[in-house]
């Protein structure tokens, strides 16, 4: 049993950064990979990052060169670090932890990128 909580989105500009923050909480030593994907109005959920146990990343095509997934251990925090932001990236963005007994989701924090 895993709990996650977003936070950090918002309103921000073409070009801008926002970073995005997930706070775990329960049988974190279960959680074999954690991700953000984000969801926008009509669209299918979408892989935006991923990191594993060991630390290994993906990312999205879309997302390569202006977004980093990282974690704080001692934080139990996994963060999303959004830069060179884009219209299109305007979405509900959420993480999630993988685990043997199933996968996880937080509730979402709304990203909205306009001029």
Same mark, same amino acid.
């Given at each position: 049993?895993?709990?996650?909580?977003e936070?950090?989105?918002g309103?921000?500009?073409?070009?801008?950064?926002?970073?995005l =923050?997930?706070?775990? =909480?329960?049988?974190?030593? *279960?959680i074999?990979?954690?991700?953000?994907?984000?969801?926008? +109005?009509?669209?299918?959920?979408?892989?935006?990052?991923?990191?594993?146990?060991?630390?290994?990343?993906?990312?999205?095509?879309?997302?390569k060169g202006?977004?980093?997934i990282?974690?704080?251990?001692?934080?139990?925090?996994?963060y $999303?670090q959004?830069?060179? $932001?884009? +219209?299109?990236?305007?979405?509900?963005?959420y993480c999630?932890?993988?685990? +043997?007994?199933g996968?996880?989701?937080?509730?979402?924090t709304?990203?909205?990128v306009? *001029?």
């Amino acid at each position: 049993q895993v709990q996650l909580v977003e936070s950090g989105g918002g309103l921000v500009q073409p070009g801008g950064s926002l970073r995005l =923050s997930c706070a775990a =909480s329960g049988s974190l030593f *279960s959680i074999k990979a954690q991700g953000w994907y984000r969801q926008a +109005p009509g669209k299918q959920r979408e892989l935006v990052a991923g990191i594993t146990h060991g630390g290994f990343t993906n990312y999205a095509d879309s997302v390569k060169g202006r977004f980093t997934i990282s974690r704080d251990n001692a934080k139990n925090t996994v963060y $999303l670090q959004m830069n060179s $932001l884009k +219209p299109e990236d305007t979405a509900a963005y959420y993480c999630n932890a993988e685990t +043997p007994y199933g996968t996880y989701w937080g509730r979402g924090t709304q990203v909205t990128v306009s *001029s």
